[in-house]
C-alpha cells in the first residue's frame, strides 16, 4: 500500500482555479498503481472525480468536470495532480486522493486500496 497526502485545497471564487496534489510514499510502487482523486460534498455520497492509469494516458472523468478538470500524474515525482478550473460552488466537496495497484483506471471505489485524509475545497459565488 501508498500512503498518500493531499495538499492544495482552499477556498476560491467562482471561475477561478486551484491545483491538487497528492504525493505517495511508503512500501508500494507508485508508477504501477491507478491514481484518482474523489470528492465527497456534505450530505452527498462519494464520488468518482478523475482517474489515470500508470502512464497517465487512459483517464477518466466525471461528466460533471470534463473540459474543467484534469488529472496528471508525475512518476518521477510520485505525484498526481488535479488541475481544476472554472470552479462552481457545486465542485466544494472534501477531495481525496486513492491509488490502486492495477494499471488502468475504474469508476467504482473498491479498485483503490490506499487513500488520503482528504483535503477542501470551498467554491463561493
Known amino acids: 500500500q501508498l500512503h498518500l497526502v493531499e495538499s492544495g485545497g482552499g477556498l476560491v471564487q467562482a471561475g477561478g482555479s486551484l491545483r491538487l496534489s497528492c504525493t505517495a510514499s511508503?512500501?508500494?510502487?507508485?508508477?504501477?498503481?491507478?491514481t484518482s482523486w474523489w470528492r465527497q460534498a456534505p450530505g452527498k455520497e462519494l464520488e468518482l472525480v478523475a482517474a489515470a492509469g500508470w502512464t497517465g494516458e487512459e483517464t477518466k472523468y466525471a461528466d460533471s468536470v470534463k473540459g474543467r478538470f484534469t488529472i496528471v500524474r508525475d512518476n518521477t515525482k510520485n505525484t498526481v495532480y488535479l488541475q481544476m478550473n472554472s470552479l462552481e460552488p457545486e465542485d466544494t466537496a472534501i477531495y481525496y486522493c486513492?491509488?490502486?495497484?492495477?494499471?488502468?483506471?475504474?469508476?467504482?471505489?473498491?479498485?483503490?486500496?490506499?487513500w488520503g485524509q482528504g483535503t477542501q475545497v470551498t467554491v463561493y459565488s
Open positions: 511508503g512500501a508500494g510502487h507508485f508508477p504501477t498503481h491507478a
Open positions: 486513492a491509488a490502486g495497484a492495477a494499471k488502468f483506471p475504474a469508476g467504482y471505489s473498491g479498485h483503490y486500496d490506499s
